[in-house]
Every structure is written in C-alpha cells, then in structure tokens.
C-alpha cells in the first residue's frame, strides 16, 4: 500500500464495495491500521473538488476522486490494488483537497509546485 494507490474497498453500506483513492503517507501504511482514502464515484459534477479518472488509472469507466469524501478507512476494508495514480494527477488531488478544505494556500500554487 502506498500513497495515490487506487484500491477496491469493500466499505460499510451504504457505501459498500468501492475504488478508493489512498492520501496518507507511506509511511503510516507500514504501522497504522487506518488511513485517510478519498471516494471513487461515477457521479461527475465538474467541480474543483473532483479529480478525473479513466482507463489510464485503472477504471472501467468515467469518474472521479471526490476529495469532499475523504474517510478514514480500516486496512482490512482494503480488498485489492487496483493501480496507482500516474504523477501528472497528484497536482489535481492536492489542489481538490485544497478546494474541499477551502485551502487557499493549495489552490493557488503552480502544479510544478504540487508535485
């Protein structure tokens, strides 16, 4: 497990098996049992919350990273890796996360500086 990891999740309902995108440091994985993933979903609103996902990372279909439904997330709800995230996208979920966390200081530094 790793940081910017998309794994499936098999979640308490209502949310139940789902991808989810992981956003804590590596090195918690290695000691903690808990980790803060964002939701995958389908439901697109073209907000600055969200980050696209596609074939590219593993997804059979259009979606998105809602980095407003950021969750603490048990290891043993982790079922199976799916892919890891490709690097040009860690700008856009830091930058999400900073909309979600109206984060200005994140908003509006340049994706170079992001990465």
Known sequence: ???????????????GRRPVL???RN?????????????ITTTIRNIPI?????????MPKPCVANLDNVRTISKVHLAERISKLPVHKVASVKRALGYAL??????DIPDVLLV
């Open 27 to 39: 090195e918690a994985y290695g000691v903690l049992n808990k980790f803060l993933a964002a939701e």
């Open 50 to 58: 969200e980050v696209r996902l596609g074939s590219e990372e593993g």
């Open 22 to 24: 992981l956003l804590s």
């Open 1 to 15: 497990m790793k940081q910017y990891e998309i794994w499936w999740a098999e979640l308490p309902q209502p949310a």
């Open 102 to 107: 109206h984060w200005d200081e994140l908003i």
